[in-house]
C-alpha cells in the first residue's frame, strides 16, 4: 500500500516539475516506455516497445540524423546479426546500408510492425 502511494506521488511530482511536455526518448529497451508513463507524458519517441542491441544502440546514437534517414527493411530472427541471442522469432529492422537492427519485440504480426515502422520514420 505505501509502496504504492509512493510511486503515485512520485509519478505526479514527475509530471509537475517537467516544464518541456514534448520530449522524444530514444531508449533501447523498455526503460523510455516506463520514463514516459512515470512522468504522466504522452508518448513522442518511435522507440517505444522496441529493443535494439547494445551495439547497434551505440552505432545509431553516434550517426543518429544519418541512420534515421534510411529506410528501414524488415526481417525475421534467422536474418539478424544476433540470431544466436534472440530468444524468440521477433520482426527484425535493418536500417538500409547499415548493421543497424530494431528488434520489434511488441509487434504480433506483420501490420502491426508495419505501423510501428511507418511510426519509426515519421517521428524522427
Known sequence: MIKKLYFAVLKWWRSQIIKNKSISVVSNNCWG??????????????????FILP????????????V???PLVLGHRADSLYKDYLQE?????????????????DCHSPVETSQS???VGKVL
Open 68 to 70: 534515421m534517414k534510411k
Open 117 to 119: 515502422k511507418q511510426y
Open 33 to 50: 516506455g516506463f520514463m514516459y508513463q512515470s512522468c504522466k507524458l504522452e508518448y513522442q519517441s518511435p522507440f517505444i516497445g522496441l
Open 55 to 66: 551495439p547497434c544502440y551505440i552505432e545509431l546514437l553516434e550517426r543518429f540524423d544519418e
Open 89 to 105: 522469432d521477433w520482426i527484425i529492422g535493418k536500417f538500409e546500408g547499415n548493421g543497424i537492427e530494431i528488434v520489434f519485440m
